[in-house]
Nanobody, 130 residues
Framework: QVQLVESGGGSVPAGGSLRLSCAASGLTYSSACMAWFRQAPGKEREGVAIAYPGGATTVYADSVKGRFIISQDNDKNTLYLQMNSLKPEDTAMYYC???????????????????????WGQGTQVTVSS
């Protein structure tokens, strides 16, 4: 059974930084598509960043490009999201998501298709004050 457990959320002032972590069990990061999504109250879920298996290929939403970095430690089976220069509009619940990549369909689901991802963590809250 796959479990994703996020940690690292909190409250910071605008301009601050946070690093989110996602520890996985039952899933090998080196063969899975991993991503971070977020959802603010009253808004739809938004894709933040994707890491292809192995972490060499990454995709970012325009809203976080240049500020956030997605990375993974395959030895620790942990996914990270380093968030710098945080803005109040980054306030949301952040979710770690995953899906094992099929060898016959190598593309990972994009930022606009949260339903493509099979496994979701419980979320960690990020609050940025102005």
């Amino acid at each position: 059974q796959v479990q994703l457990v996020e940690s690292g959320g909190g409250s910071v002032p605008a301009g601050g930084s946070l690093r989110l972590s996602c520890a996985a069990s039952g899933l090998t990061y080196s063969s899975a598509c991993m991503a971070w999504f977020r959802q603010a109250p009253g808004k739809e879920r938004e894709g933040v960043a994707i890491a292809y298996p192995g972490g060499a290929t990454t995709v970012y939403a325009d809203s976080v490009k240049g500020r956030f970095i997605i990375s993974q430690d395959n030895d620790k089976n942990t996914l990270y999201l380093q968030m710098n220069s945080l803005k109040p509009e980054d306030t949301a619940m952040y979710y770690c998501v995953a899906r094992a990549r099929s060898p016959i369909a190598p593309m990972c689901g994009g930022l606009s298709v949260p339903h493509w991802y099979t496994y979701w963590g419980q979320g960690t809250q990020v609050t940025v004050s102005s």
